[in-house]
């Protein structure tokens, strides 16, 4: 790692490298009207479905890491709608970023129309700290004027339903960095046999805080963007 910093300060004009991932190509649980990309199916008529591979991922992740001129990288997961792949698909991601990583510190943002988000995806990207921005085409009429699913039906409802849900994590992540904050405040009020394990112990506790914090950061950014484009056309406090 400590290379790596130095290589970046060698190299003052060394910039990023930013490549769309789409795990699963152009397929989508929507049919926006001014979408350009579902068309690109008919470029493999002979192909049934057009998802990433196990082989293209690891390939991906290798490549697009070795390239990199930068300590910091930043995988863009994109559609199509990339939710339709399964969680397991992007634990994988995750564990070939690490595998590859070599020192370097990996960041992930997913851009999704919200519709797909459950509980447990939300959990997923909290813990993870993954950036999640929401398709959204600001006020309901507008929305879902042009945002409809697959039958044809308005979209808003589900979108409003995802974000949602995000909140609520948000909120459980906020509760959980109050109650690791107490606890740091208790562990260093507290009494030790010696100083290397009263150390101990506020370094545990600190690592949580410090976690628990990044957390939140990510979580209030995936929201900001929504709040936006809703602010101004719906009385939903986010």
Known sequence: QEKMMNDNIANPFAKPLYVMLKPAGAH????????????????????QRHLMSDEMLEQFTREYIEAQTMNQVLFTWHGGEPLLRSIDFYRKALSLQQKYAGG???????????????????EFFAQNHWLVGISIDGPQPDHDHYRLTAAGKPSWQKVIQGI?????????LQQQLRQANAR???????????????????MKAKSQVVSLNSAVSVALSSLFEAEKAL???VNLSI
């Open 184 to 202: 740091m405040a208790a562990v260093k009020a507290g009494r030790y046999r010696n100083d290397e394990a009263r150390t101990a112990a506020i």
């Open 28 to 47: 989508c649980n929507l049919a926006c009207k001014y979408c350009y990309y579902l068309e690109k199916n008919k470029l493999y008529p002979t192909a």
């Open 231 to 233: 602010i101004s056309s």
């Open 104 to 122: 370097r510190r990996i960041d992930n943002v997913i851009q999704t129309n919200g519709t797909l988000l459950t509980d447990e995806w939300c």
């Open 164 to 172: 949602k849900l995000l909140k609520k994590r948000l909120e459980q």
